[in-house]
Nanobody, 119 residues
Framework: QVHLVESGGGLVESGGSMRLSCTAPGTSFSFAAMGWYRQAPGKQREVVATITRSGTINSEDSIQGRFTISRDGVANRVYLQMNNLKPEDTAVYYC?????????????WGQGTQVTVSS
């Protein structure tokens, strides 16, 4: 079982910055993909950005040029640097990882961390 530990989050003013991080302590293998999703009140969970083991990034259009995802493969840690935050970025942000073993994918989720952007 994979346990994800998230840090960062909180309250920031519009235009501010925040950094989220997520790690999977105790895991000895590299994840096929790591990333972040978010869920705003009354909305479905949506992908923010993901990054594969080879460095391929997939990100949501609204965060282009403002958010940057990165990962430390050795430490199995993923970061989300968020700049120029907007009130519409307010949501619970969930860390996501996907492992692959013998062709089978397994997904794991963090508990979520609240990000609130005040206008």
């Amino acid at each position: 079982q994979v346990h994800l530990v998230e840090s960062g989050g909180g309250l920031v003013e519009s235009g501010g910055s925040m950094r989220l991080s997520c790690t999977a302590p105790g895991t000895s293998f590299s994840f096929a993909a790591m990333g972040w999703y978010r869920q705003a009140p009354g909305k479905q969970r949506e992908v923010v950005a993901t990054i594969t083991r080879s460095g391929t990034i997939n990100s949501e259009d609204s965060i282009q040029g403002r958010f940057t995802i990165s990962r430390d493969g050795v430490a199995n840690r993923v970061y989300l640097q968020m700049n120029n935050l907007k009130p519409e970025d307010t949501a619970v942000y969930y860390c996501y990882v996907r492992s692959r073993n013998q062709g089978k994918d397994t997904e794991y989720w963090g508990q979520g961390t609240q990000v609130t952007v005040s206008s």
